[in-house]
């Protein structure tokens, strides 16, 4: 047991030295999470949509660059 703070950037710098764990939290930090909250809000609006009858093809017009994003 390791009684360090840090999460997984402690295990990742025990393990496999400090390169490994800085790359570990910068692609955490810069693609993964923002990535995940992408993904949650256009989720969201999804259901948001649908629930409320809202008009989808004019949505779908209106944010053509996010339309790839959105499926019906």
């Not at 999460?7 to 800085?22: L, N």
């Not at 955490?28 to 999804?46: A, D, F, K, N």
Request: proline share 6%.
């Amino acid at each position: 047991m390791m009684r360090v703070s840090g999460a997984d950037y402690a295990y990742i710098m025990e393990t496999f030295g400090p390169f490994a764990a800085f790359i570990r939290l910068w692609i955490e930090c810069m693609i993964v999470r923002p990535c995940s909250q992408v993904t949650t809000c256009l989720t969201y609006i999804h259901t948001m949509m649908r629930v409320s009858g809202a008009d989808y093809a004019y949505i779908m017009e209106t944010f053509v660059p996010f339309s790839a994003f959105i499926r019906p």
